[in-house]
């Protein structure tokens, strides 16, 4: 069966670093559009990153210049960067691989969520 399987969340100081990895397994990433989501308690789910098929990148406006998304086709993994992690960035966070067949059906998968939590 498909699984996404995220790890590398944790508890980290105001300033400091985690580097979360999405493995896959049923589900080769060569064919999906891959991105991180995060989601803190009573509030929405929101994008934060995405590595696209043609292999640009975005990431969300709160989080530009300290998240860096990337993918390891080799190992079938995407990782999340966080650098400079602030109180505001605590959330659980998501992979999530999309992808459109014959461009009209969409298909996606979604991790079990990694908890990271910034606190001082």
């Known amino acids: 069966q498909v699984q996404l399987i995220e790890s590398g969340g944790g508890l980290v100081l105001p300033g400091g670093s985690l580097r979360l990895s999405c493995a896959a397994s049923g589900v080769n990433y060569k064919f999906y559009s891959m991105g991180w989501y995060r989601q803190a308690p009573g509030q929405q789910r929101e994008l934060v990153a995405t590595?696209?098929?043609?292999?640009?990148?975005t990431t969300t406006d709160s989080v530009k210049g300290r998240f860096t998304i990337s993918r390891d086709i080799a190992k079938n993994t995407v990782s999340l960067q966080m650098n400079t992690l602030q109180p505001e960035d605590t959330a659980v966070y998501y992979c999530?691989?999309?992808?459109?067949?014959?461009?009209?059906?969409?298909?996606?998968?979604w991790g079990q969520g990694t908890q990271v939590t910034v606190s001082s």
């Open positions: 590595s696209n098929l043609d292999g640009s990148t």
């Open positions: 999530h691989a999309d992808k459109l067949i014959f461009g009209v059906q969409r298909v996606e998968y």
